[in-house]
């Protein structure tokens, strides 16, 4: 492979290109240590990798170096694995999202504390996806790949999809072939090879793992497979910017949706390296995790205290989330043992009226991992276990606009009448 980017970057740009602070893969299981190649697990004992960071470039980041920044993701590039020239960049700018401020939500549940929403909905495909890609094709291209692919449960094919649009890439994007409508359409609109899988997103999973292997796909990156350590690393930009949006502090607790659980494990490394660095108060905070009922390993897990994520089949609404054998799911079930925080989960009925109280009670139209959000918040709240007297976030991380679905049959018009006075006087609508 190629020299990371920031070298290649480093001899064609005249401005000055921040060092790049990843020194390494390292294996989270047995702690081996690899250089930034584009490989996924360790060679010593398979298990996954993550990219190791220099302590001391780390701490020499501040809050003026990013804040003086593009408002995007790429502020945060001195704390990232690549991208740190912008010429290198494979991106839609995705990030600096809306953190909402959940007034009436938190009046409805009895927060005395501030209830706030990190919208990421309001990204360039509409998820916090776009977040992810932008790394891990910012990687690909700078070691040499000439194609993007992925396995997805919607929004990834969405956004690797569009950025293979912006860029001229080619890519390839496999889902399961009864995935929502809405995504299906949006990762077809772009152009680029959509293949519908008859299976589920395991199976699907399995299959691009095979193809990886092949000829035909050697010069192609799987973003969430043989750049995934790169790829991973976006979601931390959800933590930091909740953080510079609180004003530079990190919220007492923070409720987040749960697929293969590197989500939640990301904003909880991005809190501890702000802390290292030096650029937060090293203060405590809690994460709980919000699955479907229908796909709910990690919450089992949790549950009956066991280390190991047993794999479930998925089922249920929340597509987005129906991972049924989560990669992450042990390191998840860390972080939230870690923080004393703990994992609900809800069924269908709860996650559409999760949706419609977000909607309702702060204009944010979530999509159904969104309402999964909601609804563990309500029932966390309910069970003693969240503490509303404590500051909050909760994510959103897909537009609702994805999912109809299952909304339809519950929300509508709330009247119909005839183009006339009488009729719309009729209807109680005036007197």
């Not at 360039?124 to 996806?129: A, E, L, Q, R, V």
């Not at 040499?144 to 990834?156: D, F, R, V």
């Not at 190991?308 to 089922?315: A, C, D, L, Q, S």
């Not at 007297?389 to 537009?399: F, I, P």
Request: glycine share 10%; proline share 7%; net charge negative.
């Amino acid at each position: 492979m190629t020299a990371p980017v920031a070298g290649v970057a480093a001899q064609r740009s005249t401005q000055p290109i921040p060092t790049n602070p990843a020194r390494g893969l390292v294996c989270r299981n047995c702690g081996a240590t690899f250089g930034l190649i584009a490989e996924h697990a360790c060679a010593e004992c398979f298990g996954p990798l993550e990219v190791d960071y220099d302590p001391e470039l780390m701490r020499a980041v501040t809050r003026e170096q990013i804040e003086a920044g593009p408002q995007n993701i790429w502020r945060y590039s001195a704390l990232l694995p690549t991208g740190q020239d912008p010429e290198s960049r494979v991106s839609l700018d995705p990030g600096m999202t809306p953190l909402v401020r959940a007034q009436r939500l938190g009046d409805e549940l009895g927060f005395t504390a501030p209830l706030w929403v990190k919208d990421d909905s309001a990204n360039p495909t509409h998820s916090f996806k776009d977040r992810v890609v932008s790394l891990a094709a910012t990687a690909a291209r700078g070691f040499g790949y000439a194609k993007i692919a992925c396995a997805s449960t919607g929004n990834l094919a969405n956004s690797v999809a569009a950025h293979a649009a912006r860029t001229g890439l080619p890519s390839f994007v496999f889902v399961p072939s009864d995935l929502e409508p809405g995504k299906i359409v949006q990762s077809a609109v772009y152009g680029q090879t959509l293949v519908a899988v008859d299976g589920s997103y395991d199976d699907v999973n399995r299959l691009t793992s095979e193809l990886a292997e092949t000829d035909e796909f050697e010069d192609c990156a799987f973003v969430n497979q043989n750049v995934r350590p790169y790829y991973a690393e976006g979601s931390k930009t959800v933590g930091y910017e909740i953080a510079e949006q609180l004003g530079w502090r990190i919220p007492a607790q923070v409720v987040i949706p749960m697929a293969s659980g590197s989500l939640l494990t990301k904003v909880d490394k991005a809190w501890r390296e702000l802390v290292a660095a030096g650029i937060v108060a090293d203060t405590e905070w809690t994460v709980y995790g919000a699955q479907s009922a229908g796909c709910d390993p990690i919450a089992t897990a949790f549950e009956n205290g066991w280390d190991v994520v047993k794999p479930v089949k998925p089922t249920g609404i929340a597509k987005s989330l129906n991972i049924g054998n989560p990669a992450d799911g042990p390191y998840a079930l860390d972080a939230i043992r870690r923080t004393g925080g703990s994992v609900g989960r809800v069924g269908d009925a709860e996650i559409v009226q999760g949706i419609r109280d977000l909607a309702r009670t702060t204009g944010v139209f979530a999509e159904t991992a969104g309402g999964v959000t909601t609804a563990v918040l309500r029932q966390l709240v309910e069970r003693g276990v969240l503490d509303p007297a404590k500051e909050t976030v909760v994510l959103n991380t897909g537009e609702g606009l994805k999912t109809l679905d299952p909304l339809a049959p519950v929300v509508g018009p709330t009247h119909r009448v005839d183009p006339s006075l009488k009729s719309v006087r009729a209807a109680g609508l005036i007197s």
